[in-house]
Structures are given as C-alpha cells and as structure tokens.
C-alpha cells in the first residue's frame, strides 16, 4: 500500500505492506526542503522521483499496489498524477477526513 499525506504544509508518500508496517518513507522535509517550500507541487515532485528510485525492490516483488490519498495540500494532484504512473496500481482511494457538518461553532461575539 503507498499512502500520500498532503496536509496544507508537508508533503508525503509511505510505503507499507498489507499488515500497515512501514517499508519506506519519504517527506518533503527529508529531501532538503524547508518552510513554506515543502508545500509546493515542485516538492511534490522531487518526494515522489526519490520515493520511486528508494523503493525500486520493494515494488518489483509486489503484484498489486493500493494507493491511498489524504489531505487537501497543494502537492496533492502532483504527488498523484507521478504515482499513478506506476504499474500494478489496482484501487486508487481518498481517505480524506471530511466533517459531516463538524463542531458547534463558538458564540456570536457581543458589540
């Protein structure tokens, strides 16, 4: 399974097997990026070619990859338009976690 987590101000791309142990992982913090910079599709970009050549042994003995997404960031369709490249791909999901209509909001402020 490879999960991309793209919140508003990182990006991500985990490896792991079917049992949720993690393999290998790459953010956009470990591949030199600092500040606002690692929100950028441009670092999207950069984590998934580094993903793709750490990983090489992993993928060539897997016979089917699920890929999962989450978060809103903007390095989100990035991340997925070079994963999806990938052979062996077989369920494309989005695990985005949504509000069904969330928390009350607080008060009215009084004037």
Request: charged share 20%; with cysteine; hydrophobic share 35%.
């Amino acid at each position: 399974m490879i999960y991309i987590l793209a919140p508003l101000n990182n990006t991500g791309v985990i490896l792991t097997n079917f049992q949720g142990n993690v393999l290998n992982w790459v953010t956009a913090g470990s591949c030199g990026f600092k500040g606002t910079r690692k929100a950028t599709p441009f670092a999207a970009q950069t984590v998934v070619d580094i993903f793709c050549t750490k990983t090489i042994s992993y993928r060539e003995k897997c016979i089917e990859i699920y890929l999962y997404i989450s978060g809103i960031g903007p390095g989100r369709e990035t991340a997925l338009r070079k994963l999806a490249k990938l052979d062996k791909i077989t369920v494309i999901r989005d695990i985005t976690p949504l509000p069904h209509n969330g928390c009350r909001p607080p008060k009215k402020r009084r004037t």
